[in-house]
């Protein structure tokens, strides 16, 4: 399994704070991805990034941000968290050779009171 | 927008049948096409993947890719309790080079002893 970890894995916080999730792989893998998983919803991207300082926008990227300033770490910020945003998120990445595939973290389970 | 498609289950077999879990996708230019296995709690893991029409058997899991039908299955041969999961059907987006998967909702799937 790629090396990769989430930080914090359990958080809970109050409607219009900001959150930051941490995602950090040991792979050197140049893509990295953010997911939000809900029941009814299955996985729905959030965020990518396909190298440092490159980013872009998944389907629900609407009151999520991200950086990448270093290979191995990929931040995902909620700017002022809504209860909406109550979610299991979990950090991908993906190596360069073709047939490759995407290794997911461990998951961070975030609630918003 | 790209879809995927699985039959929501949940899907109750009991042990030693096999397991019969399908895919329909609708980006007709995909090549590439992956089954996750989730433990409830737990993050995807990948357990099968296929480029090319036919079949492509691994110890008792064998997948099967019909890109003519947009059509992708997963059988599990000798089902055992310890296959209890949701399958995550994942067909890599056409189009561009940064890997991005659209996942179907998921399968539970039930071993019952």
């Known amino acids: 399994d790629a090396g990769i970890t989430q930080s914090p894995r359990h958080k809970v916080t109050e409607t219009g704070t900001p959150v930051t999730l941490r995602c950090h792989q040991t792979?050197?893998?140049?893509?990295m991805y953010w997911y939000r998983q809900d029941p009814g919803h299955g996985l729905r991207l959030i965020h990518y990034s396909y190298g440092v300082k490159d980013t872009d926008k998944g389907e629900v990227s609407d009151g999520y941000s991200v950086s990448r300033s270093k290979t191995e770490d990929f931040l995902l910020t909620l700017e002022s968290a809504t209860s909406s945003q109550t979610s299991v998120y979990f950090c991908a990445s993906h190596g360069t050779v073709s047939t490759d595939t995407q290794y997911f973290g461990p998951g961070t389970r975030l609630t918003v009171l | 927008q790209k879809e995927v498609e699985q039959n929501s289950g949940p899907l109750s077999v009991p042990e030693g049948a096999i397991a019969s879990l399908n895919c329909t996708y609708s980006?007709?230019?995909?090549?590439?096409f992956f089954w996750y296995r989730q433990y409830s709690g737990k993050s995807p893991e990948l357990i099968m993947s296929i480029y090319s029409n036919g079949d492509k058997e691994d110890g008792r899991f064998t997948a099967q890719l019909n890109k003519a039908s947009q059509y992708v299955s997963l059988l599990i041969r000798d089902s055992q309790p310890s296959d209890s999961a949701t399958y995550l059907c994942?067909?890599?987006?056409?189009?561009?080079?940064?890997?991005?998967?659209?996942f179907g909702k998921g399968t539970l799937l039930t071993v019952n002893p």
């Open positions: 792979e050197n893998h140049r893509y």
């Open positions: 980006d007709r230019g995909s090549q590439s």
């Open positions: 994942a067909v890599e987006n056409s189009g561009g080079s940064n890997y991005k998967l659209t």
